[in-house]
T-cell receptor
Framework: AQSVTQLGSHVSVSEGALVLLRCNYSSSVPPYLFWYVQYPNQGLQLLLKYTSAATLVKGINGFEAEFKKSETSFHLTKPSAHMSDAAEYFCAVSERAAGNKLTFGGGTRVLVKP | DTAVSQTPKYLVTQMGNDKSIKCEQNLGHDTMYWYKQDSKKFLKIMFSYNNKELIINETVPNRFSPKSPDKAHLNLHINSLELGDSAVYFC??????????????FGPGTRLTVL
């Protein structure tokens, strides 16, 4: 079975500082990996995805993530945090052989300080 | 707007009642999902339908019964509601393309509160 671990349930950053959210996965097959963002009282919005093409993936709102097979990681970064980045972020792995079900990490809440 | 929509957005009910949540997508996708998000924000798959056929059925109490009248709709009926059913339920959809599935698009969620 696949699994996802997000290190740090809460991250606090200053506006303008680097945002780094860590995600490690476990998968027996080449994974499809995703980062989703959830704003308060809203659904999940896709930030970016890795589907076995380029290992450095660029997404919306200035976010990017790098797939590192040797480290089984897919960390999310943004060079300069904005107040609007305050939200919950979820890393997920897709089990394509099992109906494409997503297995999510526990989420990381990002707080941006002015 | 092209999207995944859910009704109702909020649902407050008493223990023991039966309730339904509806989901519709106009994205032309062939696969739909139900996820449950608990009070600690943990998200877990419940069910998935592909072209009206059940393809994922996780370990969920049989009080929960999904129904897909067509590939654009996936409803969730819950019998004999319990306190532990209180959560946010998300519907999602995706499409199959050559090489695998595309990403899943999520609805806004239905917050169910059981009193």
């Amino acid at each position: 079975a696949q699994s996802v671990t997000q290190l740090g349930s809460h991250v606090s950053v200053s506006e303008g500082a680097l945002v780094l959210l860590r995600c490690n996965y476990s998968s027996s097959v080449p994974p499809y990996l995703f980062w989703y963002v959830q704003y308060p009282n809203q659904g999940l919005q896709l930030l970016l995805k890795y589907t076995s093409a380029a290992t450095l993936v660029k997404g919306i709102n200035g976010f990017e993530a790098e797939f590192k097979k040797s480290e089984t990681s897919f960390h999310l970064t943004k060079p300069s945090a904005h107040m609007s980045d305050a939200a919950e972020y979820f890393c997920a792995v897709s089990e394509r052989a099992a109906g494409n079900k997503l297995t999510f990490g526990g989420g990381t809440r990002v707080l941006v300080k002015p | 707007d092209t999207a995944v929509s859910q009704t109702p957005k909020y649902l407050v009910t008493q223990m023991g009642n039966d309730k339904s949540i509806k989901c519709e997508q106009n994205l032309g996708h062939d696969t739909m999902y139900w996820y449950k998000q608990d009070s600690k924000k943990f998200l877990k798959i419940m069910f998935s339908y592909n072209n009206k056929e059940l393809i994922i059925n996780e370990t969920v109490p049989n009080r929960f019964s999904p129904k897909s009248p067509d590939k654009a709709h996936l409803n969730l009926h819950i019998n004999s509601l319990e306190l532990g059913d209180s959560a946010v339920y998300f519907c999602a959809s995706s499409s199959w393309v050559s090489g695998g599935y595309n990403e899943q698009f999520f609805g806004p969620g239905t917050r169910l509160t059981v009193l």
